[in-house]
């Protein structure tokens, strides 16, 4: 049961407004998008009950929800919703602003995945290019599953799906500049 | 020597919080001319209007300003109150300092009642110039128009025409009966809608105050309130009525097929047909797209087999004229086109349909004998889909607004499969369930508990194929399960939008219309089947959606407001309106270029006394005139006044601030 | 001779090579010359945009910077992720042009953003700026015989506004370009449902339910094959499909084809350059259908009499 005591104004639906640029208030429940979602079954809350929580302020419950992790950004969902509410850029919206604010979810599933999303910039970072190698080996490791997808190396590594080295960019100053532009931007969130 | 009375309403708190007005009183008190002023609660109450009177003939006033709200309000209110105490009616001036002032400036309560005592001082001054003016009365024809032959129409010309006023009907397609004659059964009786409906065709065929013109259109209106002269066409139907029995012959014998409108498409008519059985009138037309005689010179089977010698290939389009005193518009309303929700496969998959589609399919004169069926295979679905909301309340991919009707039709639905199809199962995927009317709430629960019909809330996200059934999946919001339906029939509760030729006929008639195509009411609480255009009324979903029992209610509400103003041999008519004064006129008929109402006519007049020379003058029609000041703001010689709005008037406003 | 910008993406040299190269052959072979950006970084992917706004809209905005220098009006991309992220940041960087101007400050010396190259992704220059009359004209070898599933994804037609390109539920321009090689491409309802992406290593239980389901569809509606567009695409459906096979229970035993590498096929070039070697699904027995045409089914032939005798019962 949740009680909901008098909060004055809604500042957590503004916040999640302002950075998405849609307007949650208009979303009327009618559930398209949760039936559109590949991956709403994998979800906390499908994006209708995110709707309605961020409605409700429920701002710990919507950051700490796994549901924006799983969120593919495919805008199938927005592609339909008859009041034409942006929803990619409400989870996206929310998923920033819960990293922003330091809210970590510890599920293994969510941990992989941001697991995978940081080494991958980190190779960008390095490199200005993704070297696909690295990253399996190192997700496998950080992730604590050394033989996942070991059944699929062989193949892929005789069929050159996947390079044993990468070619760096001579660029990767002016890459390493962005990443500090990005990082400062995002700690003035705080 | 003018004796000016000003009353000064609080309006409540409307006026009083924003406004000063004791300030107001005081600042009025200090004009020369005010001989009387006071501040009261609602000046518009019957105490509030005694003041008005009991003052007048204290103080001997020769004007009344009354500072309140918009005189759209309470004008004809005061007017009344003068002429009941002896006084010219339009010796009234009315300041709008609610909406002008207290309404628009409520942060600044100083600058709000400066600006009501500029208000108030203006019409002051405006009313000490004021002329004692009269009503003017205009004949009236005592003929009403109906356009559209639908249960709207039906029963406005039948309530119009038994209070023995004649009627004439015109209507588009061959027969009279409209959307009601397409459906089986109605909520929430289930009466059989044809039952229902054909005794109110057969009344106005025989009705001896109804003219009904079927096959016809209003090409052009002219005219105002009282005077209207409208130009009806009166398509060729190449048969000729009066001979013509109905025996049917010659539709049996046509071999060319078109689909068929009355079924959805379903099935095919002929070239030459009736709409329906019970169509009225029961005589044929040919359809000049389709016929081949028509279009090649060829064939000629139905003039063959026509035993009366009734077709007519050389029959012309008829242009007829009528002169009415009144205009009901009830053109009904058309489907929305499902096109745009391609995620539900709309055009690739033949087994979904729209809801016209399955009544039509239910109705026992339909194209299918009264059972819904499959349009792939033909066979009868035992699982079968609804959808509400198809196009309604879907500001991506279709209309804003609610289309009302169609809750409460797929309840409808559901109950005629479970009557029809005893061993099928309805699924009615739903946003809302809007049941608002009379009986519907404990009709939906028939639905609901008798058909056990399963009710999902949610919106469907997609629709596909599975061997030769399709799979509808959407969410159940109530259980939080995305849910697959294995489905043999999909049948979309589609938007309905207003008839495609409604802004033309609107721009044809001089009426407005909304964004959507719905024709424009006067005021959407007060004055819900009057048009802005004084004599135009609406009935029936031409304005809005709305439900049978609403459009009878509203056809009947047209028709007594037709009565009403046929009720006297003439009609009054605001005095407000442009006067030419002939010493003036040049006869340059630039004002009857620019009058929009087309209100103005040259007349010929001798050069001076006794002159047998002739020179050109303006006249304005009193009748059509509606006072709009374009010919004033145009006359070069300044021999147009408006009444109302003289110089000297707006003068006296101007010098007063 | 045209001439267009090119980004190839991170995986053309690995993951996807045979997507790279085929593009490279068809579009010599239609006249049009690839302008490779130089030194081209990677484009942020999933990941970027993902993590943090700003970085997603910075690694891209280089490339369009040094593409600008290019001179050429329009840009094509293989990669529908790719693609979708350069068109992304070229709208939004076109419509905040501060925010534009402080990413830009740090790589200013590679140049200034002016928002003056087009951005296509290559399906869409094949089908808009080349045209199907001119993929036609080049067809030597008909791939008459085949049925073609065409999958496109969730990037390459969505979201509408962004990509303006062909419709978000039922596409058909992929079909038509396969159709123009002479092949059929069946009815399949699962075009645009997305296929788990870049959850392919963090999270692939996910691509194997979301492929699975595509592959089921795919092998229902009659196909030989799925034809692709995009290099995730291609190796979730291809590279995870004994894993989904595994986890449905069924065998799908579909191969999947780049549009480009069947657009060398059909344009008559020789098959051992079309590295099919690549795919995991071997691609034999599908392409064993080219040249195996079905017989029509009998039409109803109607006879004048059979009419007029109709319309007297009538």
Known sequence: MITLSYIGKNTFLEAINKKSGANVLECYQCGKCVSTCPVSQYMDFPPREIMQMIKLGMKNEVYMANSTWFCLTCSACSGRCPREIEIPAVMEAIRHLAIEENYVNKTKKVKSIRIFHNIFLDMIKRYGRSYELRLMAEHNIRTRDLFKDMNLAPVALLKGKIPLLVKPLKGTKAIRRMFKLAEKLEKKHQ | MARVGVFVCFCGANIADFVDVPKVIEEAKRIREVKYAIEYKYMCSDPGQQLIRDAIVQHKLTSIVVAACSPRMHEKTFRKALSDAGMNPYMLEIANIREHSSWVHQKDKKAATEKASDLVRMAVAKSIANEQLHEISVPVTKRALVIGGGIAGIQAALDIADARIPVTLVEKSPSIGGRMAQLDETFPTLDCSQCILTPKMVDVASHPFIELIPYSEVVELDGYVGNYKAKIKKKASYVNFKVCTGCGACWQKCPVKVPNEYNMGIDKRKAIYTPFPQAVPNKPVIDAEHCTMLLKGKCGICAKFCEKGAIDYKMQDEIIEREVGAVVIATGYDLWDPKPYEEYGVGRFKDIITSLEFERMVSANGPTGGLPIRPSDGKVPKSVVFIKCIGSRDEAKGIEYCSKICCMYTAKHAILLHHKVHDSHAYIFYMDIRAAGKGYEEFVKRAQVDTAATYLRGRVSKIYKKGDQLIVRGEDAQIGQVIEIEADLVVLATAIIPPKGNPDLARLLGVSYDKYGYMSEAHPKLRPVETAKAGIFLAGCTQAPKDIPDTVAQASACAAKVCGLFSGDTMKKDPMISKVDNEFCSGCQNCVKVCPYQAIVTEEIPMGHGSKEVRTVAKINEGVCQGCGSCVAICRSMAITLSGFTDPQIINEIVAI | ?314
């Open chain 3, 1 to 314: 001779m045209k001439k267009i910008t090119y980004f190839p993406g991170c995986s053309a040299h690995g993951t996807s090579e045979e997507f790279e190269k085929t593009v490279r052959m068809v579009m010599q072979h239609l006249g049009v010359q690839l302008e490779d950006i130089p030194d081209w970084n990677c484009c942020g992917a999933t990941s970027a945009h993902t993590m943090n706004e700003s970085l997603a809209y910075a690694l891209p905005l280089r490339n369009l910077v040094l593409a600008e220098k290019l001179d050429n009006a329009t840009m094509a991309i293989p990669c529908a992720s790719c693609y979708q992220r350069m068109k992304v940041t070229k709208v939004h960087m076109d419509e905040n042009p501060e925010l534009a101007g402080q990413i830009n400050a740090t790589i200013i010396e590679e140049g200034t953003y002016q928002g003056k190259v087009a951005i296509k992704s290559m399906l869409q220059y094949c089908y808009e700026d080349i045209g199907l009359e001119a993929i036609k004209a080049q067809v030597t070898k008909s791939l008459a015989g085949m049925k073609l599933a065409c999958y496109y994804g969730c990037l390459l037609t969505r979201p509408k506004k962004i990509t303006q390109f062909d419709s978000p539920e039922y596409p058909m321009s992929m079909d038509h370009i396969v159709e123009a090689l002479g092949a059929k491409a069946t009815d399949f309802d699962y075009k645009t449902e997305c296929c788990g992406a870049s959850f392919s290593i963090s999270n692939s239980e996910v691509v194997l339910n979301l492929t699975g389901k595509i592959l089921e569809m795919a092998k229902e509606s009659g196909a030989h094959a799925i034809v692709v567009a995009c290099p995730l695409c291609q190796s979730n459906l291809d590279m995870r499909q004994p894993g989904a096979e595994k986890t449905a229970g069924k065998k799908f035993d579909l191969p999947i084809f780049y549009f480009t590498q069947l657009m060398a096929l059909a344009f008559g070039m020789p098959e051992k350059d079309l590295m099919f070697n690549k795919n995991i699904i071997p691609v034999e027995k599908a392409l064993a259908n080219i040249g195996k045409i079905e017989p029509e089914p009998e039409k109803n032939k109607k006879t004048k009499k059979a009419v007029e005798a109709e319309s007297e019962v009538a």
